[in-house]
Nanobody, 127 residues
Framework: QVKLTESGGGSVTAGESLKLSCAAS????????VCWFRQLPGKEREFVAG????????YNGDSVKRRFTVSRDNAKNTFYLQMMDLKPEDTAVYYC????????????????????WGPGTQVTVSS
């Protein structure tokens, strides 16, 4: 099926921005929600933000909602996570995954339920 590949991470100073990309190959992204997860050092993966088939969004908490914007470009078969005002606590490996749930339930699948993950993209934020 569709393969998703993350890119765009890097090392930045607190307050700076990064835009992550999640490029799809092997099929169209149109039928899918896409969910961004991250794994903080020493922690399990957690949901960050998602964008639905029609562009609806979901964020995990006010800190993320205030600073991050998730979007999709179906023409480019790519999803994005624009991260503004990055903080050291955002330091993590970021991953993207797809699902087919209704908007209200998108990205509700436990990260542990996925059989495999790609390499993700590393975001490092220094104070």
């Amino acid at each position: 099926q569709v393969k998703l590949t993350e890119s765009g991470g890097g090392s930045v100073t607190a307050g700076e921005s990064l835009k992550l990309s999640c490029a799809a190959s092997g099929g169209t992204i149109r039928p899918y929600n896409v969910c961004w997860f991250r794994q903080l050092p020493g922690k399990e993966r957690e949901f960050v933000a998602g964008v639905g088939r029609s562009g609806g969004t979901k964020y995990n908490g006010d800190s993320v909602k205030r600073r991050f914007t998730v979007s999709r470009d179906n023409a480019k078969n790519t999803f994005y996570l624009q991260m503004m005002d990055l903080k050291p606590e955002d330091t993590a490996v970021y991953y993207c995954k797809s699902d087919s749930f209704a908007l209200s339930a998108m990205c509700s699948q436990s990260p542990s339920s996925y059989d495999s993950w790609g390499p993700g993209t590393q975001v490092t934020v220094s104070s």
